[in-house]
């Protein structure tokens, strides 16, 4: 069975940074490609960043670039979200996700299969 699992989420302030993480088990973690997405309160899913292992081809959303890093650790199944310069508006619950590849219609309508997601706060 594919899990994922998040952690790293919490409460910063404006202009912190946090690194989130993504443990996946259950699959063959270089066949597949990762993402990460969040729902801030009342909002809509929205895409953050796709990676594909095997080519590695990144995908970033438009408010996603310059401030956020996606990265892999290979050897422990483990996605990295890398957030910096974090904002208020960046409140939201993050999810990691998995699925057979990732281009820039995958990052806006979804994944295949998903976490249950890490709570990040960022207070002014």
């Known amino acids: 069975e594919v899990q994922l699992v998040e952690s790293g989420g919490g409460l910063v302030q404006a202009g912190g940074s946090l690194r989130l993480s993504c443990a996946a088990s259950?699959?063959?973690?270089?066949?597949?490609?990762f993402g990460w997405f969040r729902q801030a309160p009342g909002k809509g899913r929205e895409g953050i960043v796709c990676?594909?292992?095997?080519?590695?081809?990144?995908y970033y959303s438009d408010s996603a670039k310059g401030r956020f890093t996606i990265s892999t650790d290979n050897a422990e199944n483990t996605v990295f979200l890398q957030m910096d310069s974090l904002k208020p508006e960046d409140t939201a619950n993050y999810f990691c996700?998995?699925?057979?590849?990732?281009?820039?219609?995958?990052?806006?309508?979804?994944?295949?299969?998903w976490g249950k997601g890490t709570l990040v706060t960022v207070s002014s």
């Open positions: 996700a998995v699925d057979v590849f990732c281009n820039d219609a995958i990052l806006k309508y979804g994944m295949d299969r």
């Open positions: 990676t594909t292992i095997s080519n590695g081809k990144t």
């Open positions: 259950g699959l063959n973690f270089d066949d597949f490609a």
